[in-house]
């Protein structure tokens, strides 16, 4: 029998959500985010803060891509649709969500982070955006409202280059909270999290859905990203991207326009 792909601890108040596709870097596909879905569903009932991370080297790669080179349209979209209801399901639990990012976050991995309300990372964790390298883009969190966080120049810049960088450069940049090294994570995210249950649950959660004033302004681009990403599918610059993912080689998209020369 699998493993299950979200696990689930309760450290008194405290709930752990952790992604458990390791031999993926626990990349998702769309049941595994519904089942993250539920996760953070059942733990907004009865815990105080809610910790996202990932089971062994990696936070999250974002979504599954080993169909992709050959993907089922309904398989696709179901995994578009189930990362929106993931990172809906973050911004709308009445609870903190804290990310503690043990490893890399890239992709999804990083409209992740993006999407949770605070972030703590481990020296080794790296982030990015990697939609236009591997035939997608990021429409969920990476162009919307990665902008709001650290400034539009800078969003431009990791959506647009997908480049890597460290936890150092992600602090300096706004992206996460705190940065610690690897041993220290869960106890430096057990101390911010005893902090927040020190303080009002009510007003917490005033807080936190008042603070979501641009991620429901921005509700209407998801679903039109969504849409232009499925119309996408099976596209010579996806098929493209997810071949050379998976045969770790640069990708060779076709050019938009050929020169007079080339005709």
């Known amino acids: ?39 953070i569903e ?6 105080g ?26 398989e696709v979209r179901a995994m578009y649709e189930g990362s929106l209801a993931l990172l809906d399901a973050i911004r709308t639990s009445p609870r903190p969500v804290i990310a503690a990012v043990n490893g890399p976050a890239a992709g999804g991995g990083n409209e992740l982070v993006i999407a949770c309300d605070l972030a703590i990372a481990s020296t080794k964790a790296t ?12 429409v969920l969190g990476g162009t919307n409202i990665m902008p709001i966080q650290i400034g539009e120049k800078r969003a431009k810049e990791l959506s647009f280059l997908c480049r890597r960088y460290t936890a150092a450069q992600a602090l300096e940049m706004g992206l996460v909270n705190a940065v610690v090294e ?26 936190k859905i008042s603070s979501n004033l641009w991620w429901n302004s921005a509700r209407d681009s998801f679903r039109s990203g969504i849409g ?36």
């Open 42 to 47: 059942d733990c907004s009932v009865d815990s």
């Open 1 to 39: 029998m699998a493993e299950e792909a979200v696990l689930v601890e309760r450290r008194g108040q405290v709930a752990w959500i952790r992604l458990n596709r390791p031999e993926r870097l626990n990349a998702f596909d769309g049941p595994m985010a519904r089942a993250a879905v539920k996760a």
């Open 228 to 263: 232009m990403l499925a119309q996408a599918i099976a596209s010579h610059d996806m098929l493209e991207g997810a071949r050379a993912f998976a045969e770790k080689r640069p990708p060779r998209f076709a050019p938009l326009f050929t020169s007079p020369e080339e005709n």
């Open 127 to 138: 982030f990015g955006q990697t939609g236009p390298r591997v035939g997608s883009a990021p």
């Open 49 to 74: 803060v809610i910790v996202i991370t990932g089971q062994g080297r990696g936070f999250c790669a974002g979504g599954y891509l080993a169909t992709m080179d050959n993907p089922d349209p309904r």
């Open 182 to 207: 690897p041993e220290e994570l869960e106890s430096t995210v057990e101390e911010w999290a005893a902090e927040l249950l020190a303080l009002s649950p009510r007003y917490l959660e005033i807080a």
